[in-house]
Each structure stands twice: as structure tokens, then as C-alpha cells.
């Protein structure tokens, strides 16, 4: 995995896991050059799962949608991402969307507009028939935290079947 090692040091604990943050080294997009160089190694290396976290992406910055197999962006309640999201491409470079901190009350809002955008067509990346779904995750309490874990095995698959799987 990498991103924040001091917000996920407990998961360092576990067997199989490495968590390694990158600086962006004053890179132009949100991924640094070492992280793609990582990623490879860890393919490589013969890791079935990589994990990255990024920063976030802007309008031109989307580094991490060729790095990627399946994107999940994380959106939280209530903090105007919807338009955000519009702005900065994420619904084009999104697989799965998922609304975080979901015992927020603005949840079911954020939630709604998702779904209306993306049912508004306002996403450009070819997915074969993958439509993009929302979830919402509470962490803390573990809720939908299984249903995303099962949607991002479900989106390999898809990936799998398809023949995406080779475009990354």
C-alpha cells in the first residue's frame, strides 16, 4: 500500500503489508514518478494487491487513472464535492464512488447527487458496461466497509472478463 504510514502504522502490523509514503518530489500530477516505479516493482514482485492513496486529483491531474486498474474516489458529506467533482474530472476517472463518514447528515444528499450525475452521462471513461456505483462507508463503525471490499473484487472481475485488465 502506499500512502499515509503514520495514519495506517497499525496495518503495518499485518503480514504481507507495506506501507510506504512517496513525496511528490515536485511533480506536475497528483502521482510521483517514484510511485509509478514502485507500483511496477510491486507487479513485479508478484503482489496481487496494490493499493495507492492519493492526494487528490485536479482538473489535469490525473496520473493515477493510468496507474490504476480499478479507482475508487472517496467523497465526504456535506463539503460541496459534488461540484468539486464536476471540476476536477473525477467522475470520468471513477470506477466505484464512495461516501465516506456516511453518519453524516448531508450523507443521502451527496449520495443523490452522485448518482444524478453520473445518470446524467457526465463521465467519459469507456467501461464496458461497468457502471459506476456509490456506496456509503462509515470506518469507524465498519459499515459498508464489506460491500466495498466485495465491489472492488467485483470490478476486477469485471475487468477480468471484459479483457480491461491489459489496458493499465
Not at 502504522?9 to 511533480?27: M, P
Not at 485536479?58 to 463539503?79: N, T, Y
Not at 452522485?114 to 462509515?138: E, H, Q
Amino acid at each position: 500500500m502506499m500512502g499515509d504510514s503514520i495514519r495506517m502504522g497499525q496495518l503495518a502490523t499485518y503480514e504481507g503489508v507495506f506501507i510506504r509514503s512517496l513525496a511528490t518530489s515536485r511533480a506536475l500530477g497528483e502521482l510521483a514518478r517514484a510511485c509509478l516505479d514502485t507500483n511496477d516493482i510491486f507487479d513485479a514482485a508478484g503482489f496481487d494487491i496494490v493499493i495507492i492513496e492519493t492526494v487528490g486529483v485536479g482538473q489535469d491531474e490525473a496520473d493515477i487513472a493510468s496507474a490504476a486498474h480499478s479507482i475508487v474516489v472517496v467523497s465526504a458529506p456535506g463539503l460541496g464535492d459534488g461540484v468539486q467533482a464536476i471540476k476536477a474530472g473525477v467522475l470520468e476517472i471513477a470506477d466505484i464512488h464512495v461516501v465516506t463518514k456516511c453518519d453524516k447528515p448531508d450523507t443521502q444528499k451527496t449520495i443523490g447527487d452522485l448518482k444524478s450525475m453520473i445518470r446524467l452521462g457526465l463521465r467519459n471513461k469507456d467501461r464496458m458496461s461497468w457502471k459506476a456505483p456509490v456506496l456509503a462507508t462509515n470506518a469507524e463503525a465498519g459499515e459498508g466497509i464489506t460491500e466495498l471490499c466485495e465491489t472492488i473484487l467485483a470490478h476486477n472481475a469485471h475487468l477480468q472478463i471484459s479483457g480491461e485488465s491489459t489496458i493499465c
